[in-house]
C-alpha cells in the first residue's frame, strides 16, 4: 500500500527491557513525525524530522527515548530501559514537506504495554 | 490554558442527527486548521484541512473557522453509524501541529 506503516503493530514486553519502534513513511515524504497517545488523551509530539537537518527533539519525554532517521526513508523510535508509564500507542505521520499547508498522514501505531 | 481546547464527549446522537464537533485555540499564529478521524486501534485519517476563516464543505463534512474567536468547528450532516469515532482537531502555525484530545462521537441507529 501506499501508506504510513508501522511494526510491530503490537508489542508486550517486560519492565526494564529496551524496544525499537519502526516507521515507513509515504515515499517521497521529507518530513517524519512520531507521537504518543496515552489512553484517552490527545497526541504528544515526541520528534520530528525533515530530510537531512538536524531532528527537532524537543518533545522526547527523557533521555531513554530516542530516534533516528536515514535520509528521507525508514525511521526508528527506541525506548531504552522501559517503564510502565511508557504503555502508550506510537504513531508515526509523514507529510510531503514541513510546510504548514502540507497536513500529516498517519500510520496506525505501535500498541506498547510494559507489564 | 491549553493551546487547542476540545471536549473529550462522549457525543451520543441518533442516526441522521446534524453533529457539532468544535475546538477553541489560543495562539492567533495558527494558519493551518485539520479535522482527523480516528477509529479505534486506527491511525488518525484526515478529514478536512483549511487555511483560512469561513466554511469548507466535502460531502456530509463541513469545515467552519472563525480566526476572530479562535474557534473551529466540523459539522457532520445526515450521520451515520459508520460515523462513530474520535474526531481530533489539529492547528498548526509552524510545522509542528498542536493537537486536541480529540471528541468521542457515537451515533446510535
Known amino acids: 500500500g501506499a501508506g504510513v506503516s508501522q511494526s510491530p503493530s503490537n508489542k508486550v514486553t517486560e519492565k526494564g527491557k529496551d524496544v525499537e519502534l519502526r516507521c515507513d513513511p509515504i515515499?517521497?515524504?521529507?518530513?517524519l513525525y512520531w507521537y504518543r497517545q496515552r489512553l484517552g488523551q490527545g497526541l504528544e509530539f515526541l520528534i520530528y524530522f525533515q530530510g537531512n537537518s538536524a531532528p527537532d527533539k524537543s518533545g522526547l519525554p527523557s533521555d531513554r527515548f530516542s530516534a533516528e532517521r536515514t535520509g528521507e526513508s525508514v525511521s526508528t523510535l527506541t525506548i531504552q530501559r522501559t517503564q510502565q508509564e511508557d504503555s502508550a500507542v506510537y504513531l508515526c505521520?509523514?507529510?510531503?514537506?514541513?510546510?504548514?499547508?502540507?497536513?500529516?498522514?498517519f500510520g496506525d501505531g505501535t500498541r506498547l504495554s510494559i507489564l | 490554558q491549553k493551546e487547542v481546547e476540545q471536549d473529550p464527549g462522549p457525543l451520543s446522537v441518533p442516526e441522521g442527527a446534524i453533529v457539532s464537533l468544535n475546538c477553541t485555540y489560543s495562539n492567533s499564529a495558527f494558519q493551518y486548521f485539520m479535522w482527523y478521524r480516528q477509529y479505534s486501534r486506527k491511525g488518525p485519517e484526515l478529514l478536512m484541512y483549511t487555511y483560512s476563516s469561513g466554511n469548507k464543505e466535502d460531502g456530509r463534512f463541513t469545515a467552519q473557522v472563525d480566526k476572530s474567536s479562535k474557534y473551529i468547528s466540523l459539522f457532520i450532516r445526515d450521520s451515520q453509524p459508520s460515523d462513530s469515532a474520535t474526531y481530533l482537531c489539529?492547528?498548526?502555525?509552524?510545522?509542528?501541529?498542536?493537537f486536541g484530545r480529540g471528541t468521542s462521537l457515537i451515533v446510535h441507529p
Open positions: 505521520a509523514s507529510s510531503l514537506t514541513q510546510g504548514g499547508n502540507q497536513p500529516q498522514h
Open positions: 515515499s517521497g515524504h521529507t518530513a
Open positions: 489539529a492547528i498548526r502555525g509552524s510545522y509542528i501541529p498542536t
